[in-house]
Structure formats: C-alpha cells, structure tokens
C-alpha cells in the first residue's frame, strides 16, 4: 500500500479525532504535484468525498463537514491530515485516504475506522 492511513478510532459525538496519510515508496515521488484527499464509506452508503486539497492548497469540502473538518497537507513529509471536530454519529465509517495523479491515475489507502457513538 503506497497511502498509508492511521488515526482512526472510536469517539463520543462532539469529539474530535485527527487522521493522517502518508505517501510512500513511488507515490512519494509525485505526491507534491498531486490533488489528495479524504473519501469516507459509512454502513450501508456509497463512498462519498469528505474534502480535497490540491497541489495549490485549495480546498473544497462535502457539505455535511463543513466547518467542522479541515483538512491540511505538508509536501515536506508526503503527508496529508483531515482534523475532525465536532463529531457525530453520521461521520461514522470508514476513512480512505485518496490520490489522483497529474496524469489522472488514481490510488487509494486501505482505510482507517472512524465510529462516533451518541
């Protein structure tokens, strides 16, 4: 796996939990060109996008998170971050870290549970 994902866990609504992804091994070599971002899987639904940054850092974000979650990257280490505030039980799911190249190619990590209990 070239995205690897940490920072998943269980937390009560209102919390906040932090994720991480690191580019690895070939991806770290145009991770800086690339857009990068979250995309989220909850029980029973489709994979939805949660926000992006591209290589510009501009940003755009789902609706449901908005003001909420941030997300952030840092080129010097390869690694991309979505800060999650306010939790709730929808947020439920499971996190998948996602690239897509300059040439359109797109890789994804393996995932990372996050489950937000009422």
């Known amino acids: 796996v070239q995205l690897q994902a940490s920072g998943g866990g269980s937390v009560q609504a209102g919390g906040s939990l932090r994720l991480s992804c690191t580019g690895v091994?070939?991806?770290?070599?145009?991770?800086?060109?690339?857009?990068v971002g979250w995309y989220r899987q909850g029980p029973g639904k489709e994979r939805e996008l949660v926000a992006s940054?591209?290589?510009?850092?501009?940003?755009n974000y789902a609706d449901s998170v908005k003001d909420r979650f941030t997300i952030s990257r840092d080129n010097s280490r390869k690694r991309l971050y979505l800060q999650m505030n306010s939790l709730k039980p929808e947020d439920t799911g499971v996190y998948y870290c996602h690239l897509r190249s300059t040439y359109n190619q797109d890789f994804w990590g393996q995932g990372t549970q996050v489950t937000v209990s009422s």
């Open positions: 091994r070939a991806i770290s070599s145009f991770f800086n060109p690339s857009t």
């Open positions: 940054i591209s290589n510009r850092f501009s940003t």
